[in-house]
């Protein structure tokens, strides 16, 4: 079994690629999906970021995205194994229903994540609560540090893959 403290970085990693793979597989750069993106991503662009990356971040702040899905499945596996991790992926979905939310990128986060988590802990001896604190570092660092320079980032790798 893997270290915890070890395994914090290396679930951030995974979790960050995976969320932000999924957010742009179902374009949350291309506009904002909810009414609360567009108002993020509008005045993300008004001070000095991407109104792209402001939208994806508007997405990831207003409804159930990936990086929800990741988070919710972390913790679900963590409380009650594979059971929980499906649970969550059920309740990601109805979150996403109640706030109006078209796509699915919050469900297929949150059923990519409880795959990677079970894999990687019941093969490489991964321990689930390092996939909860990856999440968290993850989801900081896309919104937490700046979201300016973040939204210009997101922004750019958007151009880039779509």
């Given at each position: 079994m893997i270290?915890?403290?070890?395994?914090?970085?290396?679930?951030?990693?995974?979790?960050?690629?995976?969320?932000?793979?999924?957010?742009?597989?179902?374009?949350?750069?291309?506009?904002?999906?909810?009414?609360?993106?567009?108002?993020?991503?509008?005045?993300?662009?008004?001070?000095?970021?991407?109104?792209?990356?402001?939208?994806m971040i508007g997405n990831i702040i207003s409804s159930p995205d990936a990086s929800a899905g990741t988070l919710l499945a972390a913790c679900g596996y963590y409380v009650w194994g594979i059971w929980g991790a499906l649970i969550s992926i059920v309740l990601v979905y109805i979150g996403a229903r109640i706030c109006a939310d078209k796509g699915f990128a919050g469900t297929s986060g949150a059923v990519c994540a409880t795959l990677i988590i079970w894999t990687l802990t019941s093969f490489a001896g991964f321990p689930p609560e390092s996939f909860i604190a990856g999440c968290v570092i993850a989801i900081f660092l896309v919104e937490g540090i700046s979201a300016k320079y973040a939204s210009r980032l997101l922004g750019k790798l958007w151009r880039k893959v779509s």
């Open positions: 270290d915890v403290i070890p395994a914090i970085p290396i679930a951030a990693v995974i979790c960050l690629l995976l969320f932000t793979a999924l957010d742009f597989l179902w374009k949350l750069p291309k506009q904002g999906g909810v009414s609360g993106a567009d108002v993020i991503g509008k005045d993300l662009e008004k001070s000095g970021g991407d109104r792209n990356g402001g939208w």
